[in-house]
T-cell receptor, first 114, second 107 residues
């Protein structure tokens, strides 16, 4: 597709379960970003990829959160042992090069932890 | 104090009015982004600027690097402009976001 694709669009799971969120960036975009939008808290940075490496993981809230990117393309964000405070919209964005050019956002995955 | 402050938090306007949303930041930046988010919708990048002024249709964005301030203007506002407008500053590779301005344009 032409834009950033995220799946699933919605995910409801029980507390304590692991979840995987997927992001398929725009073809050719080398930089990929994960953000979180919690109710009443606005957007916050989680992690940034340049190619397959993650030079900046400073926004990951705890060691339950991890992310990887393979083939310089698809990325997965994994949350282990989910907690209710993990409920949020998880957004992925990509840009042609790191630090340059606008970021193109996916529609997000709405994660609800019961 | 947040690194990025937006004002106003909420704004209601009549169709046709000129609208200004302000963004002040306290850190050094390489660029500033204005984003639009419709209710239940995704985020769209409106502008990325590092100096001066940019215009796209009825939207104008300006930035004053010395004063660490940016404004987003909407001319001849329309109900379809109703959305959340988010200012984000870029230092290095990541964005730091303002809390957003909720704009409602009434017909």
């Amino acid at each position: 597709g032409a834009g950033v694709s995220q799946s699933p669009s919605n995910k409801v799971t029980e507390k304590g379960k692991d979840v995987e969120l997927r992001c398929d960036p725009i073809s050719g975009h080398t930089a990929l970003y994960w953000y979180r939008q919690s109710l009443g808290q606005g957007l916050e940075f989680l992690i940034y990829f340049q190619g397959n490496s993650a030079p900046d993981k400073s926004g990951l809230p705890s060691d339950r959160f991890s992310a990887e990117r393979t083939g310089g393309s698809v990325s997965t964000l994994t949350i282990q042992r989910t907690q209710q405070e993990d409920s949020a919209v998880y957004l992925c964005a990509s840009s042609l090069v790191s630090g340059g050019g606008p970021q193109h956002f996916g529609d997000g995955t709405r994660l609800s932890i019961l | 104090k947040n690194e990025v402050e937006q004002s106003p938090q909420n704004l209601t306007a009549q169709e046709g009015e000129f609208i200004t949303i302000n963004c002040s930041y306290s850190v050094g930046i390489s660029a500033l982004h204005w984003l639009q988010q419709h209710p239940g919708g995704g985020i769209v990048s409106l502008f990325m600027l590092s100096s001066g002024k940019k215009k796209h249709g009825r939207l104008i964005a300006t930035i004053n690097i010395q004063e660490k301030h940016s404004s987003l203007h909407i001319t001849a506002s329309h109900p379809r402009d109703s959305a959340v407008y988010i200012c984000a500053v870029q230092g290095g590779n990541k964005l730091v976001f303002g809390a957003g301005t909720i704009l409602r344009v009434k017909s």
